[in-house]
Every structure is written in C-alpha cells, then in structure tokens.
C-alpha cells in the first residue's frame, strides 16, 4: 500500500522470512537498475538485528556483485572483530557468504577513535564520489532501520548533529547506549536516490505511526529524515500494527 499524503510504499509482511525475501528483491532491483546506466551501484546498509535475515537472502541471490559498492550507514566504535560490530554482522551474513570484493566493501574504521574513523570515512567517501567542496554523496540506496524511540543511524532524539545538512558523516556519542558511533549525517541521508527502512517487532508500532502520521518533528522523530518521500518501508505486522 501507498502512504497517504506522502510519497511512500509499505509493504507489510505476515513474517520475518517474507519481509527479508522481499526487501531483498526490493534493493536488488534497485541496484539492477542504477548498474543499467553507471558503471557501479552504490549501497549504504545498517545494522542491529532486523537486517539479519535480509543480508542472509542477499547472500543467496544470483547477482554479479563486482560493481556494487557497500558502505554503512553508522557504525560501533570497536573493532571489526567486535560482536557489536555492523561490520561484523554484514561480512559474515552477506558480504563474505556473495564472495564481494575487498575493494567494493568500504567500512568505517571502528576501531580509532572516533574522530579519526569519522574524518577517514569522509575522506574515503569524497574520493570515492569524486566530491567537490559542499557536495554531498549521493548513494543509489540507502538501508535504514528505525528504533523504539525513533532514532535513526545513530542520530538520537535531541542530537544536535539532525540540524546539519552540510556534513557528510560524524562521531557522536550516545548517551543511553553509552558509545561511541560515527554516523552518515542527514543530508547524506536526503540526499539518496532510493531509501528502504525495515522495522520489525510490536515495539517499532508506535514509533512507525509517528514518523509517518504525526507532526514533522526532527529532533523527537529523528526517523522522519528521508522517511516520507521516495522511500520503501518494509514492515512485519506487528510494526504496522498502529497504521
């Protein structure tokens, strides 16, 4: 079904199962059509447990993997080899199990400190999209999940880095997980040619209603970037319980 009063898709799925299998062809058939007319496809994922079992139906795909490029939405401040690490979760879901080549898989350096993994993602990511001087990355497609307070990446309820537009990616500390992260900044986000957000899970309900039905409340609803226009949601029934 179509949001109404915005520009978006739901698709509501009785399983776990069913939603991945379906995201899955969903990003797939995004990335099919960016590699139509350039010569590489650009993806940047999440972590946290919903995207799992997507990542394990992308392992399984027949898809010629050599000109898709991944990056990430945010990441953990420790090592690649962390339990904790986004990294981590999509190597061994995903991006080992498909044989994906070293040099498309462009991780942040978790294990600097934050401010160094912040400042070498940006670097990587102007070089790579060949950016000038305020220009930001435009990605084919961006995966994001939702959490129960709304946040976003790892932009949180009140952070004051969901009022920058200019930045392409910072470290921020989150003070009720008590980390550090580096995060993609919101006019990375907006700047997306396609958004998909996955939200699983009774508690996802109530923060789903308000990013798409409530007022626009960026700093309460940090979700409600990029979440309204040209965006695919895909959600278990659960989560779109309050719809």
């Known amino acids: 079904m179509s949001c109404e009063k915005v520009k978006c898709h739901i698709f509501v799925k009785e399983s776990t199962d069913d939603l991945a299998s379906d995201c899955a062809s969903y990003i797939l058939g995004a990335l099919s059509e960016a590699l139509k007319s350039r010569e590489r496809a ?8 919903t995207p799992k079992p997507l990542f394990a139906r992308m392992a399984k795909a ?6 898709v490029h991944v990056f990430w939405v945010d990441e953990r401040c420790v090592p690649p080899t962390d339990d904790q690490s986004n990294y981590k979760l999509a190597s061994e879901a995903w991006l080992a199990p498909a044989r994906i080549p070293d040099t498309n898989v462009h991780r942040i350096l978790g294990e600097l400190s934050p401010e160094e993994a912040a400042k ?3 670097d990587e990511l102007k070089r790579f999209f060949d950016l000038r001087e305020g220009q930001q990355p435009v990605f084919d497609l961006i995966h994001r999940g939702i959490g129960a307070d709304a946040h976003t990446a790892s932009l949180f309820p009140g952070e004051p ?9 910072a470290a921020v500390w989150v003070e009720k997980m008590k980390s550090h992260r ?4 919101p006019g990375v986000l907006l700047a997306a040619r396609q958004t998909v957000i996955e939200a699983v899970g009774q508690d996802k309900a109530g923060p789903v209603h308000s990013v798409l039905e409530g007022p626009i409340d960026l700093f309460q609803f940090p979700c409600q970037i990029a979440a309204r226009d040209h965006v695919a949601w895909f959600l278990d029934k659960a989560a779109a319980s309050k719809l």
């Open 120 to 122: 070498r993602y940006v």
């Open 161 to 169: 880095l969901i009022a920058d537009r200019k930045g392409i990616a």
């Open 182 to 185: 580096v995060t993609l900044l």
């Open 62 to 67: 027949s898809f010629d993997w050599s000109r």
């Open 42 to 49: 650009t993806v940047a994922i999440s972590g946290g447990s």
